[in-house]
């Protein structure tokens, strides 16, 4: 029950990362009082980050765009809703008219998913626009998690969820929760929850190649080249199958592939793989021995896993070692999610949901309709049927966010048109002609639809807005609505049952359409869930820990578990031999360091740098080295370095410090506001630089086309004298 005056207190869930903390906001004459965490929500408990409070910053930001704003001769100049979206339409009409539909691409960024109104009704416009041209931030993040998914389950939505809250024994690859708050692992207050693995007697073991803030909570912290997890996955398999440690558990009689998982493993007993890897082959026996004598285990990689090389060969191996083990589908390993809005849904008939197309210019598979994005600028620079002459962006930021930035910043530059929807005028959208700023947090409702089936504990909450928006604003629904049925092709029949879709669309909204898929939903029979009860409940509703649900769940066509897809076989037949005799990413002189990437507990990636609670203080966009790296380049503690790749060089301080594992450089993304036409006050006085102009667009995982953002070859050197390029 609330507490307060519901004018005065109001329960939300924080839709900024994958934890979906409840919030609890204090308002005081319709401002902002406090932002606290939510004590009664039953899942997050009151946990909260500092980023949550600096919602009230991005809310109050008078940089933020409310209106649209048009690119001309003389600026930039604030327009009418009504012009904005006849000239975006009519412009990207004639491109397809005079190009083809596919010379209009799209790229949908991080906080899309963030968002049900984007969710619901992006689509709408997506398909009236009608190309093939599609991008997002999948393909630098965790493209290679949904293949395996796809291929193994059937359903790229189908991803197993370490059961934190039950297990013994807990592997974590690649990623840093305590900083992160998690990711495809919603759970909120996530460091609590690992500590609480200890605290009940059981082990927590993170391998990465720095002793991370999660290093630092667990038992055992174990140095890793970057790029070569699939070596040492490759080696705990052999462990498993050598000593005889391995069964199928729950899912033996719907699993099929085991025997050829021993065969693939045989030849990387952890002696051959330790000097590649830079894991001693006794700790690896020694953490498999321990994983399998656990009563349950849950071996999780995340971010640092899928941007290598072999992402999705490791995240793959990964899968099948909690498989092998026993430990899929049982309470303290991993499980699945039964979500109240089951947005698994079958994939389009006709399709495989991977490589139905391939890229025009480097011949790249695409994924669940999308390119991956490291393709993008030459899609745009290279002249042809089907190059891309126009761009929408949406919510997306990837001249900071992506592969070879520099290249991509200047690709941008040559389009003949293009669109963002965006709340503002940042390193990618200053290339716009037209920007259309949709609502920002606190100003519409929200339902975790992705969240909720990524979540470790069921669970549903719709939250409201806060804040009222200003008539002159327009939500994302009206936005990709207005544009869709615009976009509509055909004659004026189709055009009229358009603008009705979109008119009936609008009035029903995104609370009607939850509505009647909650009453479809699995706990809308048992618990009366729907919208109203939601309602009745702000601070959320718990449904439960996750529950053993195969073989009902799998979407696979035979109902089966596929331990060997021949696509991962094939690949890793190909990689394994590389692998062996060149080490992981070759590091030639003179790129003789590998770069990895870093999260701060007070960055959202590239767009939370304009509130200066969230960049006061001591400079954070710093490279980290080993003090055996600076000391054989004459560097020192604070110097500035310059870092070069392959594709650009970048100069920044250094920190030097024993928590990198020696050989290994690492530069937190997000950064590099200081550009030309950029409208981020508070961000362009604490700028940092772009580690992504460092990141290479030609290095990617072999089989998904995910960026390998971790891992890229470079070199290091002091700053001074060295020719800026
Ligand atoms: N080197 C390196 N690169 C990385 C990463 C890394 O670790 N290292 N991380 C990668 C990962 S995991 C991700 S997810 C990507 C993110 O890549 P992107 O999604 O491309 O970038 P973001 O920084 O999330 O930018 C979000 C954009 O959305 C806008 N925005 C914020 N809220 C809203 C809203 O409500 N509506 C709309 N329409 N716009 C909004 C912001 O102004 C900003 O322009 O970056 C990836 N890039
Ligand atoms: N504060 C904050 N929180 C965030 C975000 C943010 O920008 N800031 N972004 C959000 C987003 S969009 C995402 S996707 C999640 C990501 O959340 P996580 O998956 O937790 O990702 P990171 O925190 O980047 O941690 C990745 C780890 O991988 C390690 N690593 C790098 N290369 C390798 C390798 O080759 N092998 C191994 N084993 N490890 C490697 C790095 O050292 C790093 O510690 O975080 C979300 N949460
Ligand atoms: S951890 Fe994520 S969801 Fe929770 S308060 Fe922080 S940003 Fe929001
Ligand atoms: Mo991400």
């Not at 009151?46 to 001769?73: E, F, M, S, W, Y």
């Not at 897809?565 to 590998?594: I, M, W």
């Not at 080295?625 to 392959?646: K, L, M």
């Given at each position: 029950?609330?507490?307060?005056?519901?004018?005065?207190?109001?329960?939300?869930?924080?839709?900024?990362?994958?934890?979906?903390?409840?919030?609890?906001?204090?308002?005081?004459?319709?401002?902002?009082?406090?932002?606290?965490?939510?004590?009664?929500?039953?899942?997050?408990?009151?946990?909260?980050?500092?980023?949550?409070?600096?919602?009230?910053?991005?809310?109050?930001?008078?940089?933020?765009?409310?209106?649209?704003?048009?690119?001309?001769?003389?600026?930039?100049?604030?327009?009418?809703?009504?012009?904005?979206f006849?000239?975006v339409?009519?412009?990207?009409?004639?491109?397809?008219?005079?190009?083809?539909?596919?010379?209009?691409?799209?790229?949908?960024?991080?906080?899309?998913?963030?968002?049900?109104?984007?969710m619901?009704?992006?689509?709408?416009?997506?398909?009236?626009?009608?190309?093939?041209?599609?991008?997002?931030?999948?393909?630098v993040?965790?493209?290679?998690?949904?293949?395996?998914?796809?291929?193994?389950?059937?359903?790229?939505?189908?991803?197993?969820?370490p059961?934190?809250?039950?297990?013994?024994?807990?592997?974590?690859?690649?990623?840093?929760?305590v900083?992160?708050?998690?990711?495809?692992?919603?759970?909120?207050?996530?460091?609590?929850?690992?500590?609480?693995?200890?605290?009940?007697?059981g082990?927590?073991?993170?391998?990465?190649?720095?002793r991370t803030?999660?290093?630092?909570?667990?038992d055992?912290?174990?140095?890793?080249?970057?790029?070569?997890?699939?070596?040492?996955?490759?080696?705990?398999?052999?462990?498993?199958?050598?000593?005889?440690?391995?069964?199928l558990?729950?899912?033996?009689?719907?699993?099929?592939?085991?025997?050829?998982?021993?065969?693939?493993?045989?030849?990387?007993?952890?002696?051959?793989?330790?000097?590649?890897?830079?894991?001693?082959?006794?700790?690896?026996?020694?953490?498999?021995?321990?994983?399998?004598?656990?009563?349950?285990?849950?071996?999780?990689?995340?971010?640092?896993v899928s941007?290598?090389?072999?992402?999705?060969?490791?995240?793959?191996?990964?899968?099948?070692?909690?498989?092998?083990?026993?430990?899929?589908?049982?309470?303290?390993?991993?499980?699945?999610?039964?979500?109240?809005?089951?947005?698994?849904?079958?994939?389009?008939?006709?399709?495989?949901?991977?490589?139905d197309?391939?890229?025009?210019?480097?011949?790249?598979?695409?994924?669940?309709?999308?390119?991956?994005?490291?393709?993008?600028?030459?899609?745009?620079?290279?002249?042809?049927?089907?190059?891309?002459?126009?761009?929408?962006?949406?919510?997306?930021?990837?001249?900071?966010?992506?592969?070879?930035?520099k290249?991509?910043?200047?690709?941008?530059?040559?389009l003949?048109?293009?669109v963002?929807?965006?709340?503002?005028?940042?390193?990618?959208?200053?290339?716009?002609?037209i920007?259309?700023?949709p609502?920002?947090?606190?100003?519409?409702?929200h339902?975790?639809?992705?969240?909720?089936?990524?979540?470790?504990?069921?669970?549903a909450?719709?939250?409201?807005?806060?804040?009222?928006?200003?008539?002159?604003?327009?939500s994302d629904?009206?936005?990709?609505?207005?544009?869709?049925?615009?976009?509509?092709?055909?004659n004026?029949?189709?055009?009229?049952?358009?603008?009705?879709?979109?008119?009936?669309?609008?009035?029903?909204?995104?609370?009607?359409i939850?509505?009647?898929?909650?009453?479809?939903?699995?706990?809308?029979?048992?618990?009366?869930?729907?919208?109203?009860?939601?309602?009745?409940?702000?601070?959320?509703?718990?449904?439960?820990?996750?529950?053993?649900?195969?073989?009902?769940?799998?979407?696979?066509?035979?109902?089966?578990?596929?331990?060997?897809?021949?696509?991962?076989?094939?690949?890793?037949?190909?990689?394994?031999?590389?692998?062996?005799e060149?080490?992981?990413?070759?590091?030639?002189?003179?790129?003789?360091?590998?770069?990895?990437?870093?999260?701060?507990?007070?960055?959202?990636?590239?767009?939370?740098h304009?509130?200066?609670?969230?960049?006061?203080?001591?400079?954070?966009c710093?490279?980290?080295?080993?003090?055996?790296?600076?000391?054989?380049?004459?560097?020192?503690?604070?110097?500035?370095?310059?870092?070069?790749?392959?594709?650009?060089?970048?100069?920044?301080?250094?920190?030097?410090?024993?928590?990198?594992?020696?050989?290994?450089?690492?530069?937190?993304?997000?950064?590099?506001h200081?550009?030309?036409?950029v409208?981020?006050?508070?961000?362009?006085?604490?700028?940092?630089?772009?580690?992504?102009?460092?990141?290479?667009?030609q290095?990617?995982?072999?089989?998904?086309?995910?960026?390998?953002?971790?891992?890229v070859?470079?070199?290091?050197?002091k700053?001074?004298?060295?020719?800026?390029?």
């Amino acid at each position: 029950m609330r507490n307060r005056s519901p004018n005065q207190t109001h329960y939300i869930a924080c839709n900024l990362c994958e934890a979906i903390c409840g919030l609890e906001i204090v308002l005081e004459k319709g401002q902002i009082k406090s932002i606290r965490g939510d004590q009664n929500d039953p899942i997050s408990k009151g946990h909260i980050c500092p980023k949550a409070v600096a919602l009230q910053d991005i809310h109050n930001d008078p940089d933020r765009l409310r209106q649209p704003i048009k690119k001309t001769a003389g600026g930039w100049q604030q327009i009418s809703w009504t012009q904005a979206f006849d000239e975006v339409t009519t412009e990207l009409k004639n491109i397809q008219q005079r190009n083809g539909k596919n010379s209009v691409a799209i790229y949908l960024g991080n906080p899309t998913v963030h968002n049900v109104d984007a969710m619901l009704f992006g689509p709408v416009f997506y398909r009236t626009l009608g190309t093939s041209s599609r991008y997002s931030a999948t393909s630098v993040d965790q493209l290679p998690e949904l293949l395996v998914s796809l291929s193994m389950f059937g359903h790229n939505l189908l991803v197993p969820l370490p059961d934190l809250d039950r297990t013994d024994f807990h592997i974590i690859f690649g990623a840093n929760p305590v900083v992160s708050n998690g990711s495809l692992m919603t759970a909120p207050g996530v460091t609590k929850r690992l500590q609480a693995i200890r605290g009940r007697g059981g082990k927590l073991v993170v391998v990465d190649p720095r002793r991370t803030e999660t290093a630092a909570i667990a038992d055992q912290h174990l140095f890793i080249k970057p790029g070569s997890d699939v070596l040492m996955l490759l080696a705990m398999l052999q462990v498993v199958f050598a000593e005889k440690l391995q069964t199928l558990g729950a899912v033996a009689s719907f699993s099929r592939g085991l025997e050829d998982i021993e065969a693939l493993v045989r030849d990387y007993p952890p002696e051959k793989v330790a000097a590649v890897t830079g894991v001693d082959a006794q700790a690896l026996k020694n953490l498999v021995r321990a994983f399998c004598h656990a009563p349950s285990a849950s071996c999780y990689g995340r971010f640092g896993v899928s941007t290598q090389r072999y992402g999705t060969l490791s995240q793959w191996l990964i899968t099948v070692f909690n498989i092998v083990t026993g430990n899929l589908d049982r309470a303290g390993g991993t499980l699945f999610s039964k979500p109240a809005l089951d947005i698994v849904t079958p994939i389009r008939a006709g399709k495989k949901g991977f490589a139905d197309a391939f890229s025009r210019v480097r011949k790249l598979p695409n994924f669940n309709g999308e390119f991956p994005v490291a393709t993008l600028a030459e899609e745009i620079t290279t002249a042809g049927e089907g190059q891309i002459r126009a761009l929408v962006t949406g919510a997306g930021n990837p001249v900071l966010s992506t592969p070879n930035g520099k290249q991509l910043d200047a690709a941008l530059g040559q389009l003949d048109y293009m669109v963002s929807i965006d709340i503002y005028l940042n390193e990618t959208t200053r290339h716009a002609n037209i920007i259309l700023p949709p609502l920002s947090t606190l100003e519409r409702s929200h339902y975790d639809l992705a969240f909720q089936v990524l979540a470790i504990r069921n669970g549903a909450k719709f939250s409201r807005p806060v804040f009222r928006a200003g008539k002159d604003q327009r939500s994302d629904a009206q936005i990709f609505l207005e544009l869709g049925w615009r976009m509509q092709a055909g004659n004026g029949f189709k055009r009229a049952a358009g603008w009705l879709k979109k008119e009936i669309l609008l009035r029903l909204g995104s609370e009607w359409i939850l509505n009647k898929k909650l009453k479809q939903g699995p706990y809308y029979p048992s618990h009366g869930l729907d919208i109203k009860k939601l309602k009745q409940n702000p601070h959320g509703i718990d449904l439960g820990p996750l529950q053993p649900c195969l073989p009902e769940r799998l979407f696979s066509a035979d109902k089966m578990i596929n331990l060997a897809p021949t696509a991962f076989v094939e690949d890793l037949q190909q990689a394994g031999k590389f692998l062996l005799e060149d080490g992981s990413a070759p590091t030639l002189k003179p790129f003789d360091l590998l770069l990895i990437g870093r999260r701060d507990p007070r960055t959202n990636n590239s767009w939370f740098h304009n509130s200066y609670r969230m960049v006061k203080g001591k400079k954070r966009c710093l490279a980290f080295v080993h003090p055996q790296d600076a000391q054989a380049r004459g560097i020192t503690e604070g110097d500035e370095v310059a870092v070069r790749s392959r594709v650009g060089m970048i100069k920044l301080p250094v920190s030097v410090t024993t928590e990198m594992m020696p050989g290994v450089i690492s530069i937190p993304h997000g950064w590099g506001h200081a550009m030309d036409g950029v409208n981020l006050r508070i961000a362009q006085e604490h700028a940092g630089v772009n580690t992504n102009i460092l990141t290479d667009e030609q290095l990617l995982d072999s089989l998904s086309g995910n960026a390998a953002l971790n891992g890229v070859p470079v070199s290091l050197h002091k700053a001074a004298g060295v020719e800026q390029t």
